[in-house]
T-cell receptor
Framework: EPEVTQTPSHQVTQMGQEVILRCVPI?????FYWYRQILGQKVEFLVS????????KSEIFDDQFSVERPDGSNFTLKIRSTKLEDSAMYFC???????????FGPGTRLLVL | KQEVTQIPAALSVPEGENLVLNCSFT??????LQWFRQDPGKGLTSLLL?????REQTSGRLNASLDKSSGRSTLYIAASQPGDSATYLC?????????FGAGTRLTVKP
């Protein structure tokens, strides 16, 4: 069964450093998402991406964040200058059609020191 | 703003018991509602998706219902097993995002 993959599974970085989290969505999907889950808290929506542009973003997704689909398979989330509070599990998801299920990747656990 | 609440926050039951997890949401204008399972430190596994026009969905020992007008959904687990121990998340799709509840942490004791 097709699945969403994410790399790396874990990343440790110093505050102020840039990080890029990578995702490979399911190949025929058209809608892509990033979510985050701070330890012990709810899963929170960050951004959705369709047709090579951001379709919706939350108030969390400020100028420090950006997303890109650099080629036909990868979908990336960049955090330009990480803060301690960016430490969280980041999930990528993809969806095929308008009413379909969102399929989630296994997540990248980011720790900012 | 759509808010999703799950009750109870934690539940512990003996193996074999049938149980119900509850989810409520504040705005009935949703495309669908989805139940997920999350094991500690792991990703999200989709269990059931209910479209806004549907009333329920079933998969094996799981049955999820949706009452959109009252803003409620339930996840029924029959004959619970220790392997069902996990956190169960409810999420609604109001637009192009998903809003999650905080989850119910289920422990099934052998």
């Amino acid at each position: 069964e097709p699945e969403v993959t994410q790399t790396p599974s874990h990343q440790v970085t110093q505050m102020g450093q840039e990080v890029i989290l990578r995702c490979v969505p399911i190949s025929n999907h058209l809608y892509f998402y990033w979510y985050r889950q701070i330890l012990g808290q709810k899963v929170e929506f960050l951004v959705s991406f369709y047709n090579n542009e951001i379709s919706e973003k939350s108030e969390i997704f400020d100028d420090q964040f950006s997303v890109e689909r650099p080629d036909g398979s990868n979908f990336t989330l960049k955090i330009r200058s990480t803060k301690l509070e960016d430490s969280a599990m980041y999930f990528c998801a993809s969806r095929g059609t308008g009413v379909g299920t969102q399929y989630f990747g296994p997540g990248t656990r980011l720790l900012v020191l | 703003k759509q808010e999703v609440t799950q009750i109870p926050a934690a539940l512990s039951v003996p193996e074999g018991e049938n149980l119900v997890l509850n989810c409520s949401f504040t705005d009935s204008a949703i495309y669908n509602l989805q139940w997920f399972r999350q094991d500690p430190g792991k990703g999200l596994t989709s269990l059931l998706l209910i479209q806004s026009s549907q009333r329920e969905q079933t998969s094996g020992r799981l049955n999820a219902s949706l009452d959109k007008s009252s803003g409620r959904s339930t996840l029924y687990i029959a004959a619970s097993q220790p392997g069902d121990s996990a956190t169960y998340l409810c999420a609604v799709r109001p637009d192009n995002d998903m809003r999650f509840g905080a989850g119910t942490r289920l422990t099934v004791k052998p």
